[in-house]
């Protein structure tokens, strides 16, 4: 194989006959999550191998069967495609083609997915969830064995992605704007980054995360900012980790960029964003980075006035701090100077 997955012994293949569609399932990923990914739609539910909601016939290969509900009969025949997996280097499968046609059971976008194995069950999702769709499995396995795990029901997630955002474990991964699609995203801005550049903070370099609703009007900014624009379903999809791989990949400030509070599409999302960047905030001083060069703006649905003055100001404050310590070689990156002092 030429796709570096040759030395992953849990990796294998997965085929569909009616359309000879052929993906990877790298280990830690479910059969379930990469079809739901590739936009085949199957009606699940535990997630953990339990209802047998998802069981799929298959035509050629050997399942590892890892569920509890599927009897020795049927398992000549079917697997659980949310957890069983392939013993050899290949399985097809008897799927129709993706459909586009049944509405709202099939959601074209985004849908959160759990993988139950790290998952606390520590209701965050539930909370944050403002349309249902997360809730707490008492027979699912959750992580160390223990019973009670978050599902997500298919059906009702927008794909918002907030509960993804705020899942302390990282449980919850979405099948499109997956945390590695956003990283290689901020990663492709700085193709310098790790290595020292010459950047005196003069020219700042800013990542702007926004909602699909604002990231029009931030696209139309013109001023004198090299503005690296992120577009986001919406901005409570914004992780905390994003933001920070922008700083530590070198950017000199971010912005997030969402509805004014009440006119968020995902009811919630902007409100969860603020928090998050609130707390971004707190982070970036703690770690000598500066507070200001992380901010929210909420812009109103008729212009982007506020994002435009948020901009200008974000970048004269940055101009004033200067570039961000990370692009710089590490002997003149403040704290290097500050313990050369104590040391001395
Ligand atoms: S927030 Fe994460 S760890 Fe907590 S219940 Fe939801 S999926 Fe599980
Ligand atoms: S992606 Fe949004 S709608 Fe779907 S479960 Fe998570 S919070 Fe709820």
Redesign the pocket.
């Known amino acids: 194989m030429a796709n570096g997955m040759e030395n992953d012994p849990e990796s294998f293949k997965v085929k569909i006959a009616s359309t000879g569609d052929s993906f990877d399932v790298p280990a830690g990923k479910s059969i379930l999550h990469v079809l739901i990914e590739n936009g085949y739609r199957i009606k699940s539910d535990c997630s953990n191998g339990r209802c047998g909601t998802c069981k799929t016939r298959y035509l050629e290969g050997q399942p590892d069967h890892k569920d509890t509900a599927l009897s020795p009969e049927e398992r000549g025949d079917y697997l659980t495609v949310c957890v069983s997996r392939s013993k050899g280097a290949e399985i097809v499968l008897d799927l129709p083609p993706p459909q586009k046609s049944l509405g709202a059971y099939v959601p074209d976008g985004p849908v959160a997915v759990?993988e139950a194995a790290?998952?606390?069950?520590?209701?965050?999702?539930?909370r944050?969830c403002t349309y249902g769709a997360?809730t707490?499995d008492g027979d699912v396995t959750?992580v160390g064995g223990i019973m009670g795990?978050?599902v997500i029901d298919v059906m009702t997630c927008t794909g918002c992605g907030l509960?993804a955002a705020?899942?302390?474990?990282g449980?919850?991964g979405m099948t499109k704007f997956t945390d590695s699609e956003v990283i290689s995203l901020v990663d492709g801005f700085f193709p310098t980054a790790g290595k020292p550049d010459k950047s005196n903070g003069l020219d700042p370099e800013i990542v702007a995360f926004c909602c699909s609703n604002s990231a029009p009007a931030v696209a139309e900014f013109k001023g004198d900012i090299d503005l690296k624009i992120v577009d986001m379903p919406c901005t409570g999809r914004v992780d905390n980790l994003f933001l920070m791989k922008a700083f530590e990949d070198g950017a000199d400030g971010v912005v997030v960029v969402g509805c004014e509070p009440g006119q968020c599409y995902y009811s919630a999302g902007n409100i969860n964003a603020e928090k998050r960047v609130r707390r971004m905030r707190n982070w970036l001083e703690g770690v000598g980075l500066d507070a200001d060069r992380v901010r929210m703006v909420h812009l109103p649905d008729d212009g982007a006035g506020p994002f435009k003055q948020a901009a200008q100001e974000l970048a004269a404050e940055i101009r004033g701090l200067g570039p961000n310590p990370l692009r710089l070689p590490i002997e003149s990156r403040p704290h290097h100077a500050a313990k050369q002092e104590v040391r001395e």
């Open positions: 759990v790290i998952c606390v069950a520590c209701l965050t999702c539930v944050a997360a707490i959750g795990a978050a509960c705020a899942c302390p474990t449980a919850i």
